[in-house]
């Protein structure tokens, strides 16, 4: 008896391991294209949103728009004596104000322990200073009669000093207050910035061309206090016709506030401190 016998490869019961095979192999894929589809989408929604969770567990979403999409809300600029101004509120906190000195008080504290500022003119000298300077000439001190000379009222420097010793220099000063703060501050240095010097040296120098090649013998910070001081006697001097205080004026009462030393021919006798008349 004759018939055809049909002979196929992958048949029988091997057809249905390969089967499950194939569809094991079709669903890992699946699960890894659905997970890549997870972290995707997971990564899109960072893009556009994020979820900060806060203590109260309560979620706030902050959309985050286009580079080009900004909007002006205020103008901030810097100033070296009082630094950022114009800062929203918000942001002030976040900036601590500037300690005028690392002692609860600007006297009295030697000039590297308090927080410099440079001048105008490039001196680089304790920033309290240069705002006592700032207002003085904003309001016209350089003008006033006697500036320097005329001594103000105590009770009024207790106040002032107080408000100074926080960085902050009150409106509406008097300027012959203000003025003898200036040279209180001097006067009440640890060392006087001209204390470098011997009062031998000094009185060898007879013309002008020798004190300056003298005071070059003072270091960084005392020639920089020394320079500003000087800046500032000349620019009341400029005001003469209105102040009365011509050169010789101005550093008769100026130069005893920059020096703690003794002459030597009086300190048995108790005299006062050596006092430095440079007028030029």
Known sequence: MAGLVMVTRGGGCGNGKNSSKAAAAEMQNQQQLSLVDFILAALR????????DRQEDVVSTVE????????????????R???????PLEFQVEIPCRVPSASVSV????????QCSYDTRGNSVPTILLLMQERLYSQNGLKAE???RINPENSQEEHVRDQLNRGIVPEDIDVH???G???AWFRELP?????GLSPEQVLQCNTEEEFVELVKQLKPTETALLNWAIDLMADVVEQEESNKMNARNIAMVFAPNMTQMSDPDAVHSGDGPVVYVICG
């Open 181 to 183: 703060l200036i040279k």
């Open 177 to 179: 207050c203000l003025a």
């Open 107 to 114: 006297f009295g504290v030697s000039a590297e322990s308090m």
């Open 191 to 195: 060392s006087g910035v001209l204390d």
């Open 64 to 79: 985050i728009g286009w580079p080009t999409n900004v909007q002006h809300l205020t103008h901030v600029t810097f100033d």
């Open 45 to 52: 929604k960072s893009m556009v949103s994020c979820r900060v």
């Open 146 to 148: 006697g500036i320097f």
């Open 81 to 87: 004596f009082h630094g950022f101004l114009g800062l």
